[in-house]
């Protein structure tokens, strides 16, 4: 279920793992004192681990290291923490990552190598945090010079110009959608996003990979449907109309799967009815959103106060063929 419970995550690390992503990244966001110093042609995943095995999953494909110009000892590690919301502690964290980072150095390799800290940010409001970890303490004077110190750098996506995202190539598609998952205009830069993305892996992966691109979209785009996704889909590729469906669907019974998982877990707590409800609200809202965006979660007004279950499955069961809102107001009575 993390597709749906975490999707920004899935999306961005299957963005950055793109053959050149992460170099084309660096050459464009970094720094330039910082990339002239790098040999980015011999820039690579770090396949060891640095963190415990609770972070793994988290920072697959998110590290990568590249030696100094000139140099063949010595390494500097590029970290990319992703955020799709504001996070006071991002600091705090990135020194927990870092700190783990080199303690597994010395281990693998017996010294420690610069570590360069990377938050990429895309949610809706632009980021208002110092990038400094110092930021998180009242010191005093006297004290600073014994707490550490550094700063990471921030990508805020927000603050680029389309024109900027697009001139990445081959993470054009990609960081676009993030930059308009969360707002409205998602809707009109569909066709653009599509075209980017399937120009980019038509003569490898093709449909297959456009996948990726539209369950991310679907799951996680705020304001839009399934329907504009495939009217979208329609424009650019014809020929590939008919995935939505498939994919729609699948989302739809993972989002029902998953509210009834919870469910069950909250039945241990709440009794087993009340459980089942709870999961069931949880699997129509996420269904009514992927299915009608908006005008379907509006329907959690009129549904979310139902308390017989067998209506509530009734509702869950019948998204999946109901062409309107209004069609599925029809199957469930509603309070004068």
């Known amino acids: ?67 100094l110009q000139g140099e063949d000892t010595l390494f500097v590690c ?26 597994s150095m010395l281990r693998q390799r017996g010294r420690m190598h610069p570590i360069f800290p990377v938050v990429v940010y895309h949610g809706p409001v632009r980021w208002r945090i110092a990038t400094n970890f110092q930021v998180l303490f009242d010191l005093p004077e006297a004290l600073r010079r014994y707490t550490p110190e550094f700063h990471y750098h921030l990508s805020d996506l927000s603050a680029y110009s389309d024109e900027e995202l697009k001139a990445t190539a081959v993470l054009a598609a990609g960081l676009l959608t993030l930059k308009y998952i969360f707002r409205p205009e998602l809707r009109t830069h569909l066709p653009e996003v599509i075209r980017l993305w399937y120009t980019l892996h038509e003569h490898t992966s093709g449909l297959g990979s456009l996948e990726t691109l539209l369950r991310y ?62 999961g069931l609200l949880t699997g129509i809202r996420l269904a009514l959103k992927l299915k009608f965006g908006l005008a379907g979660v509006a329907l959690m007004a009129e549904i979310a106060p139902i308390e017989d279950v067998n209506v509530l499955q009734t509702i869950a069961d019948a998204i999946e063929f109901v062409n309107s809102p209004e069609e599925l107001r029809q199957l469930y009575p509603r309070a004068e």
Not at 240 to 257: D, F, H, P
């Open 78 to 103: 590029v970290l990319f923490e992703h955020k799709s919301r504001i996070d006071p502690l991002v600091g705090l964290q990135v020194l927990r990552y870092m700190v783990q980072g080199w303690e």
């Open 217 to 278: 979209i679907t799951a996680a785009g705020r304001h839009v449907t399934v329907e504009d996704v495939r009217q979208a889909l329609e424009i650019v590729l014809p020929q590939g109309g008919g995935l939505m469906g498939t994919i729609a669907q699948e989302l739809i019974e993972q989002g029902l799967q998953q509210g009834l998982q919870q469910g069950l877990q909250q039945g241990l707590q709440q009794g087993e009815q009340q459980g089942l409800r709870q």
């Open 1 to 67: 279920m993390a597709e749906i419970a975490n999707p920004h995550d899935k999306f961005f690390k299957e963005t950055l793992s793109q053959p050149g992503a992460a170099e084309t990244f660096i050459r464009h966001f970094l720094p330039a004192a910082v990339t002239e110093l790098l040999d980015l042609d011999q820039l690579q995943p770090v396949k060891d681990s640095f963190v415990d095995e609770t972070l793994q999953e988290h920072f697959s494909d998110l590290i990568f290291e590249a030696p």
